[in-house]
């Protein structure tokens, strides 16, 4: 007789739930805001980035003279006041002066670069061709009739620099409340999730800011090395405003690929000033020194910090600096571990349920 049962199926349709819609409305709330409020969101972003350091610089001092931990906040605050404030001091007058010895040097560089162009044929037929125009006059003419204009946009990147200074102050600010009354904001960002996912989101803020942490570490390690190399380098060759361009090598280090580019360029444009031989020698100094980053020192500090694709880093720098701005490819990296964090513990384990490592 054949089997009258009903047929069973091993699947049943998924149905929203509570936690699925506030998923989504989650995420949807994040796009915008990434869309309207890219500015804010990079500030504060910013802010939390301050704030873990100083929070780890915090602890540091607690572990080790049993210091509180808001005043180990303070006293990291003002340590790093006094630390800037003494290279101001010491290195401010020896800057100054190679600037000044730079400026008086603009001269004998321009007659070098006349000398390199009448050596050059290609220099030649150019400077040949402005000099037989006839419309020079009406083009100086016409010059002298944008001055206003120009006026005009100098003083909006005077007003652009000035809003650009002011939210570094705010951030600054809002990264030192943070760190003085962590929890209450990890408490409070924990409390919109789920109940039933909150043990699971307060393991991702923690390993969130951990990784954070010591990509810090081992960017600031990063970034002094390259500057002292650079500066050494420079102060061997010989170039002006040795210590500025070493500070520079090493502040810009952080954007990956652009910074160490645009720091290499910068100083063999000073270099000029030594003749084209001497801009020559800094970029192979630079090139010697970003070949010995990437390929020695940077992964020995990945080996304890955190390791960034180099595909998924050029990536990032375009996507974030499209949607954000130059904010955005500053802080590509972090936003990247950011990124590859949640996507690691959220979409792959939690959603697909894969919790193995691929090895392929």
Known sequence: MPDQSPIRHD??????????????????????????????????????????????????????????????????????????????????????????????????????VREWASGNPIASV?????????????????????????????????????????????????????????????????????????????????????QLGRWMAGQALDMAIVAVLAGVGLWLLGVPLALLLALIAGITNIVPIIGPVFSGGIAALFALSQGFDSALYVALLFTAIQMFEGNILMPLIQSYAVHLPPALTIIAIMAFGALFGFAGVILAAPLLIVTMLLVRRIYVEGMLGDTGSDED
């Open 126 to 210: 150019i400077r040949e061709q402005v000099e037989a125009s006839d419309q020079m006059e009406q083009g100086a003419s016409k010059l002298a009739g944008n001055i206003p204009d120009i006026m005009g946009k100098l003083t909006g990147m005077l007003n652009m620099m000035l809003g650009g200074l002011s939210s570094v102050l705010l951030m600054i600010m809002v990264a030192i409340f943070v760190a003085l009354d962590a929890p209450t904001y990890r408490r409070g960002a924990i409390r919109l999730v789920p109940p039933a996912h909150r043990p699971r989101a307060r393991h991702i803020l923690a390993e969130l800011g951990d």
């Open 11 to 112: 699947a049943e349709p998924r149905r929203l739930t509570l936690g699925t819609m506030t998923t989504a409305a989650a995420l949807a709330i994040l796009i915008a805001a990434a869309w309207f409020w890219s500015n804010i969101l990079m500030l504060a972003f910013g802010a939390v980035l301050i704030a873990i350091a100083l929070r780890a610089g915090a602890q540091g001092l607690h572990r080790h003279l049993g210091l509180n931990i808001k005043l180990g906040v303070l006293t990291v605050v003002l340590a790093f006041v006094a630390v800037v404030a003494l290279v101001v001091m010491l290195a401010g007058q020896p800057v100054a002066d190679q600037f000044g010895q730079l400026v008086q040097g603009l001269p004998k560089s321009w007659d070098r």
